[in-house]
């Protein structure tokens, strides 16, 4: 009782005095700072909650990561060295002031005093900056920062230690957000005004983007502070175009390819017609001859006991024809997590060639004519899945526009089921393992199922479209297909088939005693034998 009257308490105290001292809410601020949709968390709790250290407000209280406290603590001590002729304190009373401006930037009610919160965004900013400053392509900067021994196994250098993998794949986890905001100002204590503090900043933003970023080769990220709200927000914005749809414009290669796609989505239109329409026609011929035929045996006494068998074999093949469209109906329901698109084996089999690109999502295609299907480089290692889950949750939870990121890693897991399918693409060049195995990276995409919400994206879009109907036009494929679904996947046929064999073995033998090649009473007289 006596901590609900307390935080009652504050609340008051806290709204009396934004009243009181007329403070101005950041209004212009977007909320950038989310809690992980609840669907997403579900699947895997461990790729999205910090295992190693907690930065900002939302996972600060959890006694687990309490052992990091020290480090932290530690990097505060460092921090304060750097600051010229100033203490520790003044960087809290910076962060103070700006009370506002950090509290617009999380989703979640952050229930910490003024104070509180300026000393913990404090630390925990002298924690991170110490952390970036390994990444920096200054060598000079990167050289007067020595990291103590008992920091070397989270801040290494060389990004071989385990703890150094676990506190990255942390610091890019959606609730363990920092506004870029308080990084800069710390390195304007620093520095002797704004613009060396940017220069240096920028520096660790690039040598972190070229270490974390999934995608190869896409050059230069923008180190902009006024377009990146925190470092996952960077991350997105340099790895995922803000204009997909621009950057699919056509160009004269393009256009070929559409023409050559339209010219043979008609071939395939017409060979559709003509398969469907025969197969109609074939099942009603067989159909008409196997009612015949069982009218026919069940006037001959000796074989009228077939008859009834054979006609539950039909019976039982339409009732599972009639149970395998109700499966394929739902199975086509929108609710699908994986979307139907044939795999990098059933690509590769009918003649699909996979090339790699270098860049970002908008250099994904499929061209036609020359069957080749256009995926940017990615590296897959042991932090690449923390990475990708959480930047399409922050996709998901920012909804800036259409969920691209999303959709591709839909599209990877559509299109790679089984180890074979890894090995194709990092045969091709467009995945680079750092994973132990292929089947590591299988059952890495395999495990990225769940989307928050149904979304299309135009461009990817187009290219799964494609995809499915290259391979539903080739005529590998439609063969295989006709010949599991019509022959041996056709019990009608199999039973006439069986009938036709057995009335021309009835025929063969009263064709041979007619023409004397068989006594008329050799059956009798081999039973007489038996007898």
């Known amino acids: 009782m006596s901590n609900t009257l307390f935080d009652e308490t504050q609340w008051i105290i806290r709204i009396r005095r934004i009243f009181d001292e007329d403070v101005e809410f950041s209004e212009d601020q977007p909320i950038c700072i989310f809690d992980v949709p609840k669907p997403l968390l579900g699947t895997?709790?461990?790729?999205?909650?910090?295992?190693?250290?907690?930065?900002?407000p939302y996972h600060h209280s959890r006694e687990e990561l309490g052992e990091m406290e020290w480090y932290k603590l530690s990097a505060a001590k460092r921090a304060q060295s750097h600051l010229p002729g100033t203490d520790f304190q003044q960087l809290v009373d910076?962060?103070?002031k700006l009370e506002h401006l950090i509290r617009a930037h999380y989703h979640r009610h952050l229930n910490l005093s003024n104070e509180t919160l300026g000393w913990m965004m404090a630390i925990d900013v002298s924690f991170l900056l110490e952390f970036l400053q390994s990444f920096s392509k200054d060598n000079k900067q990167r050289a007067?920062?020595?990291?103590?021994s008992r920091m070397s196994h989270l801040v290494d250098p060389s990004r071989r230690t385990s703890s150094h993998s676990m506190l990255l794949r942390d610091i890019v986890m959606l609730e363990n957000q920092i506004p870029l905001l308080l990084i800069l100002k710390a390195l304007e204590t620093r520095c002797s005004s704004a613009q060396p503090a940017q220069s240096v900043l920028g520096s660790m933003l690039i040598g972190f983007f070229q270490e974390v970023s999934t995608f190869r080769g896409i050059g230069r990220p923008c180190t902009d502070i006024n377009r990146h709200a925190h470092l996952l927000d960077f991350l997105y914005s340099n790895m995922v175009p803000k204009s997909a749809e621009e950057s699919h414009a056509a160009t004269e290669d393009d256009e070929s390819c559409h023409k050559h796609d339209h010219r043979k989505s008609t071939l395939n239109s017409v060979t559709e017609l003509l398969v469907n329409r025969g197969s109609k026609i074939v099942s009603v011929i067989t159909d008409f001859l196997l009612r015949f035929l069982l009218k026919f045996i069940a006037t001959l006494p000796c074989l009228s006991i077939l008859g009834e068998p054979i006609e539950q074999l039909t019976q039982q093949n339409?009732?599972?024809q009639r149970g395998a469209s109700d499966v394929q109906n739902k199975s086509t329901s929108p609710l699908l997590e994986e979307i139907a698109v044939p795999s990098v084996s059933e690509l590769a089999y009918t003649g699909v060639r996979f090339c790699p690109t270098v860049g970002d999502l908008s250099t994904i295609e499929f061209c036609s004519a020359t069957a080749t299907l256009h995926l940017p480089v990615i590296g897959v290692d042991v932090?690449?899945?923390v990475v990708l889950r959480n930047l399409v949750a922050y996709e998901a939870a920012s909804a800036a526009g259409p969920l691209v990121l999303a959709r591709y890693v839909e599209l990877m897991n559509g299109i790679v089921d089984t180890e074979e399918?890894?090995?194709l693409l990092r045969e091709s060049g467009v995945v680079l393992n750092h994973l132990k195995s292929d089947r590591e990276v299988a059952e890495l995409w395999n495990g990225m199922t769940r989307s928050v919400r149904l979304t299309r994206v135009p461009a990817l879009d187009r290219v799964i479209d494609e995809l499915n109907r290259h391979h539903e036009g080739c005529w590998k494929v439609r063969v295989r297909a006709f010949v599991r679904a019509r022959l041996l996947g056709s019990?009608?046929?199999l039973a006439c088939a069986a009938v036709v064999?057995?009335?021309?073995?009835?025929?063969?033998?009263?064709?041979?005693?007619?023409?004397g090649c068989v006594p008329v009473s050799y059956g009798m007289a081999s039973r007489k034998i038996a007898a």
């Open 421 to 423: 399918d890894a090995r």
């Open 144 to 148: 007067l920062h020595r990291i103590p």
């Open 94 to 96: 910076i962060f103070a």
């Open 501 to 515: 064999l057995l009335v021309l073995f009835l025929g063969l033998q009263a064709f041979c005693v007619v023409r």
């Open 318 to 320: 339409a009732s599972e």
């Open 491 to 493: 019990r009608e046929l």
């Open 44 to 56: 895997k709790p461990e790729a999205y909650i910090p295992q190693l250290v907690a930065l900002g």
């Open 383 to 385: 932090n690449s899945e």
